[in-house]
C-alpha cells in the first residue's frame, strides 16, 4: 500500500508530457482545439474529460485535484481561487431561496458575514447554535435546513466539535455535514471515517507552500450524488471561481513537501505553547495540544496526535496587545496562516473589525487575543522575540 507521503509526489499525469517533464506542465492557455465537432460536443456536454476552456477545466488543475483525490479518497475534488470561493459555491450548491443554514457563532469574520448577511438577502436562513451541544443541535435543524457547516478547530475561538455525533444527526435528518478542516492537513486524518460529506480546504494555508498562492478545494465524498455535479456544471459555468494554472502548479509543488513542513510547524506550535505559559504577562494560552485544553481528548481522537500550528495568547488589554505587536521583530505584522515565516495579528481590529462591539461579544473574538500562526523559524528563536516584546 502507497502511503500519503509518496502519493503526494507521485500521482500520475492524466496524458503523459510530449518531454516526459517530471512536474506537470503549466497550461497557460484560455481554449483548447478539437479533432471533429463531436469531439468538441462531447468535451462541452461532459461526456468526456478532454478540457474545453480553462474557466471550467484545466490540464494543470485537474492534476492538482487529483493528487488531492488520490490523497483523500475523495470521489471528486474542485480546485477553485481561493478558501471563501470553495465555502461560498458550496453553500450555494445545497442551500435555496427558504432553507436555512445550521452552524455556529464561532466562525471566521468573512464566513459568518456570508452566512449571516449575503445568503440571507437571498432568502437563506442563518440558524445559529452550540455545535457543541448535541441537543440543541437536533432542536434546531427543521425540514429546511440545508447543512450543518462548521470549522474544525474555530478561528480564533479554537473550539472543536464532536464531527461523529454531528454526522450521526446530520445523516438522520439526511442533509450533509460540510467541514472546514483548514486548520488540520487532510493529510493527518480522514474526515470521511468522521462522517464529513463534504470537505473545504483553504490551500492558501499550509499546501501552497509558504504563502505563495490563493486556492481552495472543495472535496465531495460522493454522499450526496448530485453535488459534485452541480458545482462542475453550475457553478463553475456560472460563477467562475475556477483555479488558475499557475496557482494549481505552486499548489501542487506545495502539496509535495507539505508533511515535512506541517511536522515542523506543529512541532514548533506544541513547544511555544508550553513555553508561553510560564511568562507572567501572558494570561492565557489557548491551543488544542495542551493536555488541559477541553478540547485535546476530543481532538487527539479526531485529529491525532498533532494539533495544528496555530496559538492564541490573551493579554491584559488591547493596548497590550498593540504594543506587543509593535514591539515583534522577528515575528511578521501580518494576516494568513501556516505561511512559513510566523505571524501575529490582533484579530478584533482587523479581521472582525467591521463587527459592532456587540457582534465581537457574541462571537467571542476579545480584545486581549492575539493570534499567531507559526512558522519554521528555530522556536527558541520565536521564544525570544516574544519575551523581548512583552518587557
Do not use: W
Not at 482545439?33 to 460536443?41: G, H, P, T, V, Y
Not at 488541559?292 to 495568547?313: C, E, H, R, V
Amino acid at each position: 500500500m502507497i502511503r500519503k507521503q509518496t502519493k503526494a509526489i507521485h500521482t500520475q499525469f492524466q496524458s503523459r508530457d510530449a518531454y516526459n517533464s517530471l512536474s506537470m506542465p503549466v497550461y497557460h492557455t484560455a481554449a483548447y482545439e478539437f479533432d471533429n465537432a463531436k469531439e468538441m460536443s462531447d468535451a462541452f456536454c461532459g461526456r468526456t474529460n478532454m478540457p474545453d476552456y480553462s474557466r471550467v477545466t484545466n490540464p494543470t488543475v485537474i492534476f492538482f485535484e487529483n493528487k488531492v483525490k488520490s490523497l483523500t479518497g475523495a470521489t471528486d475534488v474542485i480546485a477553485v481561487n481561493s478558501g471563501m470561493a470553495a465555502i461560498s459555491n458550496t453553500l450555494l450548491s445545497v442551500a435555496a431561496a427558504g432553507k436555512n443554514i445550521v452552524t455556529s457563532k464561532h466562525l471566521f469574520g468573512n464566513t459568518y458575514s456570508l452566512i449571516t448577511e449575503t445568503l440571507k438577502r437571498f432568502g437563506v436562513e442563518p440558524k445559529l447554535c452550540d455545535l457543541t451541544d448535541t441537543n440543541q443541535v437536533r432542536e434546531t435543524i427543521d425540514d429546511n435546513t440545508c447543512c450543518i457547516y462548521l470549522e474544525i478547530i474555530t478561528n480564533p475561538q479554537m473550539e472543536v466539535a464532536d464531527l461523529q455525533a454531528l454526522a450521526q444527526i446530520s445523516h438522520e435528518k439526511q442533509i450533509p455535514l460540510i467541514a472546514d478542516t483548514t486548520l488540520i492537513p487532510f493529510t493527518e486524518f480522514n474526515s470521511h471515517d468522521l462522517g464529513v460529506d463534504i470537505e473545504i480546504v483553504s490551500s492558501t494555508k499550509y499546501l501552497s507552500g509558504g504563502a505563495t498562492s490563493i486556492g481552495g478545494l472543495i472535496i465531495d465524498y460522493g454522499s450526496f450524488t448530485d453535488f459534485s455535479k452541480r458545482i462542475r456544471s453550475e457553478m463553475l459555468l456560472n460563477l467562475g471561481a475556477y483555479m488558475t494554472p499557475h496557482v494549481a502548479y505552486m499548489q501542487t509543488i506545495g502539496l509535495e513537501t507539505l508533511d515535512a513542513r506541517y511536522r515542523i510547524q506543529a512541532a514548533n506550535a506544541a513547544t511555544l505553547a508550553q513555553e508561553l505559559r510560564s511568562i507572567p504577562a501572558i494570561k492565557r494560552v489557548n491551543y488544542i495540544g495542551l493536555e488541559d485544553n477541553p478540547y485535546y481528548m476530543l481532538s487527539q481522537k479526531q485529529f491525532g496526535p498533532t494539533a495544528g500550528a496555530m496559538i492564541t495568547i490573551d493579554l491584559e488589554s488591547r493596548k497590550a496587545c498593540f504594543n506587543f505587536i509593535n514591539r515583534l521583530k522577528l515575528i511578521r505584522r501580518a494576516t494568513n496562516l501556516f505561511d512559513n515565516k510566523t505571524l501575529a495579528i490582533h484579530p478584533a481590529s482587523t479581521i472582525f473589525g467591521p463587527f459592532t462591539d456587540e457582534e465581537r461579544k457574541n462571537m467571542d473574538v476579545l480584545d486581549t487575543t492575539i493570534r499567531l500562526s507559526i512558522g519554521l523559524e528555530d522556536v527558541y528563536d520565536l521564544l525570544d522575540d516574544i519575551k523581548q516584546a512583552l518587557k
